[in-house]
């Protein structure tokens, strides 16, 4: 059975840093990603890592502030958050593409998701 749980979710203040983790049980993925749904948002795309790395893709809203990484002997992936924005403030959720070889950033393409962890940004 495949699980994904995330951890690291908190509040801060505007300008500080979060590391995000999650951690997949039960197979590995070729492409993990997280999300974020903010309240009466649609939940939408962060960042996306490949197996090993070498492929990485962030949302405009993100990049160079967020960092995506991925520990494939624990099986999990992290999600480094510098620069904080309230605008970040939203639920973040770990998602894993089953279909190998896959590298997309459309929500549908993601078969798993965690329960998602609270990130909340104060100004």
């Known amino acids: 059975q495949v699980q994904l749980a995330e951890s690291g979710g908190g509040l801060v203040q505007a300008g500080g840093s979060l590391r995000l983790s999650c951690a997949a049980s039960g197979r590995s993925f070729y492409t993990m990603a997280w999300f974020r749904q903010a309240p009466g948002k649609e939940r939408e795309f962060v960042a996306a890592?490949?197996?090993?790395?070498?492929?990485?893709l962030y949302a405009d809203t993100v990049k160079g502030r967020f960092t995506i990484s991925r520990d494939n002997a624990k099986n999990t992936e992290d999600l480094q958050m510098n620069s904080l924005k309230p605008e970040d403030t939203a639920v973040y959720y770990c998602?894993?593409?089953?279909?190998?070889?896959?590298?997309?950033?459309?929500?549908?393409?993601?078969?798993?998701w965690g329960q998602g962890t609270q990130v909340t940004v104060s100004s």
């Open positions: 890592s490949s197996w090993r790395g070498d492929r990485t």
């Open positions: 998602a894993a593409d089953k279909t190998p070889g896959a590298f997309r950033a459309a929500r549908d393409a993601y078969n798993y």
